[in-house]
């Protein structure tokens, strides 16, 4: 509940204080949870964050999941790739929002920025859902000369 609030709060002052514009989505296709919607939001004085919606797509809960976010320039060349600590909790069927700040490098304004779920596990397993989705994220943004 506290990270819901942490999560709003954080949303509503960098829509007050900066920009907004799409993250893309990528998915593998046997992924356990779904990214529905992800937004960039950025400001002058600190990193840009990514808030997204995730949802679990099955009928287990899941004890934790893991997020990757690619930046790409502006020629779709790879500049840099983070993944978010793991996400605690997805209770079957259920969504959550959550944040990614992408403080790794930085992120020029014509960068394209994209998203998705690389590893899942459900509650009681030791077995971890993993899917590459370097490919379809490199695939995903637009490549110039």
């Keep these: ?3 819901t609030i942490q999560t709003a709060v954080a949303a509503v002052l960098l829509v007050q204080a900066g920009g907004e514009s799409p993250a893309l ?3 593998a296709a046997d992924s356990p949870v779904k990214i529905e919607r992800a937004v960039v939001f950025t400001t002058k004085d600190a990193p840009p964050i990514i ?3 995730a949802t679990n797509q099955t009928d287990a809960d899941l004890d934790q999941f893991t997020v990757i ?3 790409f320039d502006d020629k779709g060349t790879l500049k840099a790739r983070q993944t978010a600590p793991g ?3 997805l209770e079957a069927k259920t969504t959550k929002f959550s944040t990614i700040v992408l403080d790794g490098s930085p992120v020029a ?3 394209q920025i994209v998203i998705g779920v690389n590893q899942a596990q459900r509650v009681n397993s030791e077995a971890w859902w993993r899917g590459d989705i370097q490919a379809a994220a490199e695939a995903a943004v637009k490549h110039t000369k």
Excluded: Q
């Design 51 to 53: 808030l997204y919606k």
């Design 69 to 71: 976010a690619f930046v």
């Design 109 to 111: 304004p014509t960068d």
């Design 1 to 3: 509940m506290l990270r």
């Design 25 to 27: 989505v990528v998915t």
């Design 87 to 89: 996400r605690r909790t």
